[in-house]
C-alpha cells in the first residue's frame, strides 16, 4: 500500500506541469528545406535534441526528457500511398488506434507504459511526419497536446 502511494504521489507531482498545457506558448516549427509545419507547444518541449534519424527535421525533448516530439520529413521516392508507406515501416503489433486515408495515416499504441503517436502526411516524394512519445498515466494531459499537434501538421 505505501509503494502504490509513493507512485500516486510520484506521478501526481508531474500533473502540473501538464496543466498548463492549454496556455502553453506555441509556435510554428518549420524544416526549412521542404517547408513542412506543425505548431509545437515551445514552453513544454524545450529541449531540441537535433536531427532525427531517416529523415530530415527535428526532435525535441521536455525538460526532464520524459516526452519527445520529432517533426521530419521522410524520403517517399516511389510516393506510395500512405497505407503502402505505412506497411514498409512495419509498425509493430499491437497498435490501438490506426486510421489511413488517401492523404495521411495516424496509429498510435502503448509499450513499455508509454504513448507513442505517429501521424505522416503525404506529400510528393516524401512523407512529412510528427512523432509524439509521452506517459501513459498521463494521457488525459497530453490529449489537447497531441490534438493539436497533429491537426496542425501541413506538408
Known sequence: ??????????????????????????????????????????????????????GTGRRF??????????????????????AAFLAKMRPPAGIIYKRITPDFFVVSSIRDDRIWYNRCNRANGSMNCVMINYPAAEKRQWDG??????????G
Open 61 to 82: 525533448f521536455t525538460e526532464d526528457r520524459r516526452a519527445d516530439l520529432t517533426v521530419q520529413s521522410v524520403p517517399n521516392p516511389g510516393n506510395d500511398s500512405p
Open 145 to 154: 497536446v497531441v490534438t493539436r499537434i497533429s491537426h496542425t501538421l501541413r
Open 1 to 54: 500500500m505505501r509503494a502504490r502511494r509513493l507512485s500516486i504521489a510520484f506521478a501526481l507531482t508531474f500533473i502540473p506541469a501538464l496543466a498548463f498545457a492549454g496556455d502553453a506558448e506555441w509556435r510554428r516549427y518549420v524544416i526549412p528545406s521542404t517547408g513542412t509545419s506543425v505548431d509545437m507547444p515551445v514552453s513544454i518541449f524545450t529541449s531540441d535534441d537535433g536531427a532525427p534519424e531517416g
